[in-house]
T-cell receptor, first 109, second 114 residues
Framework: GQNIDQPTEMTATEGAIVQINCTYQTSGFNGLFWYQQHAGEAPTFLSYNVLDGLEEKGRFSSFLSRSKGYSYLLLKELQMKDSASYLCAVPDSNYQLIWGAGTKLIIKP | ETGVTQTPRHLVMGMTNKKSLKCEQH?????MYWYKQSAKKPLELMFV???????ENNSVPSRFSPECPNSSHLFLHLHTLQPEDSALYLC?????????????FGSGTRLTVV
């Protein structure tokens, strides 16, 4: 079957760095997505990884290891506005996204 | 207005009521989706439409009835719902239903069934 696991909740301090992990099991592989969702708002696209390695976009970076079925989202120089849920998703064999339950990130001053 | 717009933002309905959720996108996308989001659970795909034709229906109860009159509009008609149907209902669109293009989501309708 297909499955995605990510931690339920994480807490970090403003200005620090946090790494949010995601492990997945799929029958094939068509890339991995990260989305950010603030409470009561729409999920918004952060990154899409299809090849192994680290992709950097400003304060946010996403890493993928296809052989390990593993990805992480790295957030640097944390700001209070980064408090949100972070959703990991991979397409299934019909190209429809399978979602993790999300990681709620709490930023403390 | 750009992006994906959902109305209403909040809805409270009784179990015998009939209501409809509306979604509109002005991105020129060909695919539209309904998702259910419950607390601490993964997003659940309900329906997928591509060019106004339903391409996926993930065993959703018949009390949820989708309608896609054109590629810019998507409705979810609700009737005789149960309290466990209370959730955030998200609409999304993508360029094509092959998902590697990524989704644009609406802000959702927070539904409470009493």
């Amino acid at each position: 079957g297909q499955n995605i696991d990510q931690p339920t909740e994480m807490t970090a301090t403003e200005g620090a760095i946090v790494q949010i992990n995601c492990t997945y099991q799929t029958s094939g592989f068509n890339g991995l997505f990260w989305y950010q969702q603030h409470a009561g708002e729409a999920p918004t696209f952060l990154s899409y990884n299809v090849l192994d390695g680290l992709e950097e976009k400003g304060r946010f970076s996403s890493f993928l290891s296809r052989s390990k079925g593993y990805s992480y989202l790295l957030l640097k120089e944390l700001q209070m506005k980064d408090s949100a849920s972070y959703l990991c998703a991979v397409p299934d064999s019909n190209y429809q996204l399978i979602w993790g339950a999300g990681t709620k990130l709490i930023i403390k001053p | 207005e750009t992006g994906v717009t959902q109305t209403p933002r909040h809805l409270v309905m009784g179990m015998t009521n009939k209501k409809s959720l509306k979604c509109e996108q002005h991105l020129g996308h060909n695919a539209m989706y309904w998702y259910k989001q419950s607390a601490k659970k993964p997003l659940e795909l309900m329906f997928v439409y591509s060019l106004e034709e339903r391409v996926e229906n993930n065993s959703v109860p018949s009390r949820f009835s989708p309608e896609c009159p054109n590629s810019s509009h998507l409705f979810l008609h609700l009737h005789t719902l149960q309290p466990e149907d209370s959730a955030l209902y998200l609409c999304a669109s993508s360029q094509d239903w092959e998902v590697s293009y990524g989704y644009t989501f609406g802000s959702g309708t927070r539904l409470t069934v009493v």
